[in-house]
């Protein structure tokens, strides 16, 4: 049988729906524990979701779910095979009404931008051959230009509720992030039929 990662946190929900629909016997709240195996004997791992590529890379797991967004910052090594559509929100970079910059004022000579997406926000600015000092964050992002931290913030924008309660405004969408379905190369190998299945059924759940 497989062994699938499901990613806790905002993701946990729509995911085990999905799986459910799909004929996987996912718990309602798994509380604190970290594995269970279902009826049908499908082992599932609950992890943090930037874990989940490296469950899947190295085999621990056959399969898994992942936002999109944790896939442009890691280079572990997974297939992915679906987007399964749920999960929606945006990268985006952002900035403080008053400085305008959304409105084409220029920005200022030494950019400073706040992130925890440095991957994604140093390709961004490298398009634009915008030289920034990239400052890493892991929590309230956007506390940091009010402050005078950062220039700008790069993050994931979902309702934008956050921004606005901060007067915030987008000034670029980077893109966008949705759910995937990712395998282990090798794991789809060995275990075709078994993913191909489960993969066909997630697809017809998207579908219905």
């Known amino acids: 049988m497989l062994t699938i990662a499901v990613p806790k946190g905002a ?46 890379e190295f085999g621990a797991a056959d399969c898994g779910i992942v936002g999109k967004d944790v896939l442009w910052e890691t280079d572990r090594m997974v297939s992915e095979l679906s987007d399964l559509g749920f999960g929606y929100c945006r990268l985006c970079v952002a900035a403080r009404r008053i400085d305008r910059y959304h409105e084409g004022a220029p920005f200022p000579t030494f950019l400073r931008v706040a992130t925890k997406f440095e991957r994604s926000a140093e390709a961004y600015f490298a398009e634009r051959d915008l030289p920034v000092e990239l400052i890493p964050l892991h929590g309230s992002v956007e506390l940091s230009p009010i402050v005078g ?54 697809d017809a759940a998207v579908r219905a």
């Open 11 to 56: 993701l946990y929900d729509d995911s085990a729906a999905l799986l459910r629909s799909a004929g996987i016997d996912v718990p309602d709240d798994v509380g604190r524990k970290l594995a269970v195996v279902t009826s049908d004997g499908t082992q599932l791992l609950f992890l943090r979701p930037s874990d989940v590529p490296a469950y899947v």
């Open 149 to 202: 931290l950062a220039d700008l913030i790069v993050d994931l924008v979902a309702t934008g509720n956050t921004l606005r309660e901060h007067d915030m405004v987008i000034v670029d969408e980077i893109a966008a992030s949705t759910a995937r379905f990712v395998v282990n190369p090798v794991r789809f190998r060995t275990k075709h039929d078994e993913i191909i299945a489960l993969l066909e059924r997630l």
